[in-house]
Antibody
């Protein structure tokens, strides 16, 4: 059964780096039809795409976050990771990892499988 | 980068049909073909409802349909049910493999 599970600290201090890991089970992260992405949702607000990564390591980031974001992939562990530096209270959100279709037969451009999300609070 | 504009809220009575619009403003008009729609109930994970403008994933009710005209994509829900009350988000998968989400629309079933 395909599952994504986010993990990491639920509390991060301002100016520090937020780090999350997404463990993928039930399918290889090295599938050529998919990217893997991070999306966040501040409390009471909408969804914001953070960035996506291909199993080869190619990355694409939201221009508004690009200076602070690093997404990486570890194919041996079937995991992807997110690092967001210099965090502020505005980075408090639920962080989701999800599978993004890129080539047929995938649902191109769609996040079809999501993790349950990890709530991260930025506070001293 | 694209900007996707959705109405903040829509409402309808059980059994009726409603449509949620998603208008794209960008210089990259040609990339607005991979439009997806997500349903999110309070406290829950978003669920993919429509991809590629008008395709439904397996298991999604055929009461949900998607379309596009020019720079505006639409999600239509027919035979509205109480369980459809949720937030709905559109997204666009543009060139350079970037993703943009609309601001979201709260659907209220009266």
């Amino acid at each position: 059964q395909l599952q994504l599970q986010e993990s990491g600290p639920g509390l991060v201090k301002p100016s520090e780096t937020l780090s999350l890991t997404c463990t993928v089970s039930g399918v290889s992260i090295s599938s050529r039809s998919y990217y893997w992405g991070w999306i966040r949702q501040p409390p009471g607000k909408g969804l914001e795409w953070i960035g996506s990564i291909y199993y080869t390591g190619s990355t694409y980031y939201n221009p508004s976050l690009k200076r602070r974001v690093t997404i990486s992939v570890d194919t041996s562990k079937n995991q992807l990771s997110l690092k967001l530096s210099s965090v502020t209270a505005a980075d408090t959100a639920v962080y989701y990892c999800a599978r993004l279709g890129d080539k047929v037969p995938a649902a191109i451009g769609a996040f079809d499988i999501w993790g349950q999300g990890a709530m991260v609070t930025v506070s001293s | 980068q694209s900007v996707l504009t959705q109405p903040a809220s829509v409402s309808g009575s059980p059994g009726q049909s409603i449509t949620i619009s998603c208008t794209e403003t960008t210089s990259d008009v040609g990339g607005y073909n991979y439009v997806s729609w997500y349903q999110q109930h309070p406290g829950k994970t978003p669920k993919l409802m429509i991809f590629g403008v008008g395709n439904r994933p397996s298991g999604v009710s055929n009461r949900f349909s998607g379309s596009k005209s020019g720079n505006t994509a639409s999600l239509t829900i027919s035979g509205l049910q109480a369980e459809d009350e949720a937030d709905y988000y559109c997204s666009s998968y543009a060139s350079s493999t970037t993703v943009v989400f609309g601001g979201g629309t709260k659907l209220t079933v009266l």
